[in-house]
């Protein structure tokens, strides 16, 4: 898809919402095009070193913020008089935002156009898992209906926020507000695709936060020295999680294919599981290294205290609604099975391996290395 890199510049005023490390590079970006932001930021302490010092220490050290970005902690002095909005909070707190603004005199009329950043799947009151924008439909005026856009892609708030090249996907089942927040966020450093298929690129935002959970997991077995995996088996696990991805993704109703071999599915996989940002990779590793799972009971617990972590792993959010969805819809999906599992207290951390081979070599009758993996780590 040509890309137009000439795109004329109208300044806006752009709400975003969320004051994390990928809702800081967003506004970084779209101020550095010379529009007015106004970010919605939670914590009071970390608004006043934003508008005093210009840089969010916090959650994004080290970059230098635009004089047009202005932190707010008042909500809906950051919704009001925009043009465009920009929602980037953690999936668990998006619904409660969505409903305070939903009833602001700008949402009410359908003025600013909406754009989600948030990965992950978000239950409805009897736990069923739905997708991110299906659930932000339920709570705005009906104008949002199909209206909303969902961005993704390979991008790390790290290299954004520092004007690293980077691609993403704008979709939208109304091509032209994807069009425009195409051209909003395009940049000579962040090229932007249009896309009409909301639910793969959807899907594919949440899941590869599990899958890389099991990166991570893999990769702490490399390190402690494994006989039996290595880059090889890195690069099996991650085109065995993109094929669950992708069948999760047909079974929901995504309508292109290509979805998933684009940045959407393959790009935004690959980055998570190898990139040294990787909070989901970082606690893979961690749950083999550290033990981080000792203190909790099970994924419910878990997921109640996940405070006591200094950083939010959204894939043991997006475990739970997987495993719940690969129920629904009768799919096999070894891999997002084990991380459930494993979270829920079920599994060992090596089990993820165990799955893969058994998933690979019962067809040939090989159950001599599945047994040698498994009395070699259990005996550990």
């Known amino acids: 898809m040509r890309v137009n890199f000439q795109v004329p510049i109208l300044r806006s005023k752009i709400g975003v919402i969320g004051a994390g490390a990928w809702g800081t590079a967003i506004a970084q970006v779209v101020a550095e095009k010379g529009h007015h932001v106004d970010l919605w930021v939670y914590e009071q ?10 840089e969010n220490m916090r959650y994004l050290p080290g970059v230098r913020l635009s004089s047009r970005i202005r932190a707010t902690t008042d909500l809906a002095e950051a919704v009001q008089k925009k043009e465009y909005l920009l929602l980037v909070p953690p999936s668990p707190f998006l619904l409660k935002i969505t409903s305070g603004i939903s009833s602001l005199p700008d949402i009410t009329k359908g003025r600013p156009i909406i754009a989600v950043f948030t990965k992950g799947f978000i239950p ?39 004007g690293k090249l980077t691609g993403l996907i704008s979709a939208s089942k109304n091509p032209k507000h994807s069009i425009k927040v195409r051209n909003l966020l395009t940049s000579h450093r962040l090229l932007v695709f249009s896309s009409l298929d909301t639910i793969g690129v959807q899907v594919s935002a949440a899941i590869k936060n599990v899958i ?29 999680g993109l094929n669950e991805i992708q069948a999760l993704g047909t079974a929901m109703g995504s309508t ?63 475990a739970t609604h997987a495993h719940t969805l690969a129920k ?17 207290k079920e599994d060992q951390p090596v089990d993820i391996i165990e799955d893969l081979l058994v998933k690979l070599l019962t067809r040939t009758r090989n159950t001599g290395l599945i047994e040698r993996f498994r009395d070699r780590f259990l005996k550990d």
């Not at 302490?45 to 210009?54: F, G, M, S, T």
């Not at 909303?148 to 520092?162: I, W």
């Not at 890389?212 to 494994?226: K, N, P, R, Y």
């Not at 590793?285 to 550290?290: A, F, G, M, N």
């Open 45 to 54: 302490e970390v608004a006043e070193e934003i508008n005093r010092l210009h």
């Open 124 to 162: 409805d009151e009897g736990g069923r898992p739905r997708l991110i924008l299906e659930a932000m439909e339920e709570h705005l005026p009906p104008f949002y209906k199909d209206n909303l856009v969902y961005v993704s892609g390979p991008s790390h708030a790290e290299e954004v926020g520092r």
């Open 212 to 240: 890389a959970i099991a990166f991570g997991v893999l990769d702490a077995l490399i390190e402690t020295g494994s006989e039996f995996v290595g880059d090889n088996t890195e690069s099996l696990l991650l085109a065995a």
């Open 256 to 318: 292109h294919p290509e979805t998933f071999t684009s940045i959407a599915g393959v790009g935004d996989l690959d980055v998570t599981c190898r990139s040294k940002y990787g909070r989901n990779r970082r606690f893979g590793r961690e749950i083999l290294l550290k033990n981080i799972l000792r203190p909790f009971k099970d994924i419910d617990d878990l997921i109640r205290n996940i405070s006591r972590l200094d950083y939010l792993p959204e894939g043991v959010f997006a």
């Open 328 to 344: 629904t819809y009768n799919l096999r999906l070894p891999i997002i099975r084990s991380v459930y599992r494993i979270l829920n």
